[in-house]
């Protein structure tokens, strides 16, 4: 079951084997060790919520394989910070892996204080842990670290041959200095293809599909990358919530736009939507672009017709993509730039709404919607405040956080259901045993910034450089020879022949001039005007043109 990736069947033998009673002493420590690699495979597969143990225990840290299945879990839930800390504290204890040498090119480094190990043995099994260590390191961005590490790795020395290649991608990335992507590509591919019985799980599958997309993007090479996504994209119908397959939707786009930000990569991926309006991929990253040209307004529009779209639909996992804890969230940060907290209110309420209902709901979406919920003065609101923190409650009866939101929302509405919580929190009394009353009333009430208005949102990133940086004044230049007591001409403008002070030089000149009214009425053509008739209107004469009527034949040639 596990090499065939069914980690929830295998979750449910080792259970069963650890239930019973007919295990063997020595085999209790094996079952303990490969639930754990299958705990932390379960957070690879985002089921987490299948796994016996989700947070590192005290009991992890007394062998090596259990620090290095706690640091593997660690790491699937995106924990890199403690996952370091324990896979340090795994290779300083022991080393043997078990079933984990096949987890993720994980091994622990408590293999140094073993002294019942050879030292080719310990560094054959330390090689492993070096390689996942170098994986956390930049992940975390410790790049100088990493260079450091990758640099003591010996790719022939491993044996896997999966670690190995692992091992070689990983090395490719730990660089301070920028990397030439047409070498980088030749040697990603120049790895050799791993047998049947020695091949990747799916989720390490998946990265490498996406190293080698972005090498092909860092090598302008769009059509092959826009190619291979639409090939992977078109297997899976739209919309889904797969980690995989969005990433390689953001690659897609990403080649369309050939690795242009801002308003020039919106130009080419907007087109896109049309063909796809359900790419979860697609419609995130066009959100993300609008954040960089500071244009939310647009990004919460694009999201809420998405929103819209999938409420209409009649799929069978449409609503579970459309009150995804990821898209709600992304729609509540928009509504807080704006300061639209009715939006917020309205929207975490339906998505705790839709979850309460199901077997395995988000802690984290209920308790922000149950937040939300409590600062209200609706009766309605905070019954629903009430439900969503019971619901907590049920999940995990031990958190604080749920059994005062409880005891919050009921206080005001229906005082009976609270009886008996009120005691499960904290007294009042310690809570405010460290308070200066005097100090906080001589210092006043503190003010808050207003939230940024619809119009302050919508301004682009050129409008607000444009305000922040201060226009240098140039100093006004005058003449050398100028006088401010005397008076400036008002022609100085005007060219040389327009002014009034213009005089024509030479006979032509001068009789150029006179011919010109220069703006004035010829005496005659006053007269003429007088003299047309009593009733003192000019009469038009009117001239005929004459022309040839036919053309002119042409002379014969001589």
């Excluded at 622990?108 to 080719?120: A, G, Q, R, V």
């Excluded at 492993?128 to 961005?141: D, E, F, H, R």
């Excluded at 860092?218 to 899976?236: D, E, F, P, R, W």
């Excluded at 999201?303 to 409420?311: D, G, H, P, T, W």
Aim: net charge positive; proline share 5%; hydrophobic share 35%.
């Amino acid at each position: 079951s596990y090499r065939l990736e069914d980690f929830p069947g295998a979750m449910r033998l080792y259970r069963e084997l650890a239930q019973s009673q007919v295990a063997l002493e020595n085999e209790v420590n094996d079952i303990r060790i490969n639930g754990g690699a299958t705990d932390a495979q379960l957070e690879w597969k985002r089921l987490g919520y299948l796994a016996q143990k989700r947070k590192p225990q005290r009991e992890d840290l007394e062998a090596f394989e259990t620090a290095y299945n706690a640091a593997c879990g660690c790491i699937a839930r995106g924990e890199f910070g403690q996952g370091e800390v324990l896979l340090k504290r795994a290779k300083g204890n022991g080393c043997s892996m078990y079933f984990i040498s096949v987890s993720y090119f994980i091994l622990p480094d408590l293999c140094l204080s073993l002294d019942d190990l050879p030292e080719s043995e310990k560094s054959a099994e330390l090689l492993p842990i070096s390689v996942q260590q170098l994986y956390v390191l930049n992940a975390l961005g410790k790049i100088d670290q990493a260079e450091a590490l990758a640099s003591e790795i010996s790719l022939d020395e491993i044996p896997d041959l999966s670690t190995r290649q692992v091992a070689q991608i990983n090395k490719l990335s730990a660089k301070t200095k920028p990397v030439n992507p047409f070498l980088a590509h030749r040697l990603f591919h120049s790895m050799a293809p791993l047998p049947a019985n020695d091949r990747l799980f799916t989720f390490q599958a998946d990265l490498k599909r996406q190293s080698n997309l972005a090498l092909d993007l860092q090598s302008s090479k769009y059509t092959g990358v826009i190619n291979s996504a639409n090939m992977s994209l078109n297997k899976h119908s739209s919309p889904t919530i797969s980690s995989n397959l969005n990433s390689i939707s953001v690659v897609n786009a990403a080649a369309h736009a050939q690795n242009q930000l801002g308003r020039f990569g919106l130009k080419y991926i907007l087109p896109l939507l049309d063909k796809r309006p359900n790419d979860v991929g697609l419609i995130v990253t066009i959100i993300h672009l609008y954040i960089l040209t500071r244009n939310n307004g647009s990004a919460i529009t694009v999201l809420e017709s998405f929103f819209k779209r999938l409420e209409k639909s009649s799929g069978a996992n449409d609503q579970d993509v459309r009150f995804a804890p990821g898209l709600v969230a992304i729609l509540v940060s928009l509504y807080s730039i704006q300061g639209r907290r009715l939006q917020i209110r309205a929207e975490l309420a339906r998505a705790a709404s839709y979850w309460r209902h199901k077997s395995k709901p988000s802690p984290h979406l209920l308790r922000a919607a149950g937040m939300s919920l409590v600062s209200s003065f609706n009766p309605e609101e905070l019954s629903a405040a009430g439900e969503v923190f019971d619901t907590l409650q049920r999940e995990d009866p031990k958190d604080r956080l749920a059994t005062a939101g409880y005891v919050a929302a009921y206080a005001t509405i229906d005082a009976d259901k609270i009886d008996g919580k009120v005691e499960q929190l904290t007294p009042v009394s310690r809570l405010i045993a460290d308070l200066d009353v005097d100090a906080l009333e001589h210092a006043g009430i503190p003010q808050t910034a207003p939230a940024p208005g619809i119009d302050a949102s919508r301004k682009s990133a050129g409008d607000e450089q444009a305000t922040l940086v201060k226009k240098r004044k140039r100093k006004s230049r005058l003449p050398k020879d100028y006088d401010p007591e005397k008076t400036i001409d008002p022609d100085r403008w005007l060219p040389l022949k327009d002014r009034s002070s213009y005089r024509p030089k030479g006979k032509k000149g001068k009789q150029k001039a006179a011919a010109s009214t220069q703006g004035g009425v010829a005496e005659k053509a006053v007269e003429g005007l007088n003299m047309a008739g009593s009733d003192g209107v000019a009469k038009a004469s009117t001239t005929v043109i004459s022309g040839p009527l036919k053309p002119k034949k042409k002379k014969p040639k001589k």
